[in-house]
Nanobody
Framework: QVQPVESGGGRVQPGGSLRLSCAAA???????MAWYRQPPGKEREFVAS???????NYADSVKGRFTISRDNAKNTVYLQMNSLKPEDTAVFYC?????????WGQGTQVTVSS
């Protein structure tokens, strides 16, 4: 498949944790894999990214709380989210870029509330 597929979303209390997964065929062929999110009523925003070499970048709002990683053997990128806050509530999207085209997943809902 070309389109990434996200999973692992759900509802969690503030301070809790979730791990999101993004499955994409031949994941090593992509220059960059990334996570974006779109809160209700707001525009989509960058969350984290990882390159083929394993270097990572994070939005300031998630630094120290979120960790992006990849498992090439499983064709999967992960987003470990700890110390979740209500403002993290959003639809999270997986993004894959091969240098010429960009591919988006359909999203997975993350809701943080008490």
């Amino acid at each position: 498949q070309v389109q990434p597929v996200e999973s692992g979303g759900g509802r969690v209390q503030p301070g809790g944790s979730l791990r999101l997964s993004c499955a994409a065929a031949n994941i090593f062929s992509f220059n960059v894999m990334a996570w974006y999110r779109q809160p209700p009523g707001k525009e989509r925003e960058f969350v984290a990214s990882i390159t083929r070499a394993g270097s990572t970048n994070y939005a300031d709002s998630v630094k120290g709380r979120f960790t992006i990683s990849r498992d090439n053997a499983k064709n999967t990128v992960y987003l470990q989210m700890n110390s979740l806050k209500p403002e993290d509530t959003a639809v999270f999207y997986c993004n894959a870029n091969d240098g010429l085209y960009v591919y988006w997943g359909q999203g997975t809902q993350v809701t943080v509330s008490s």
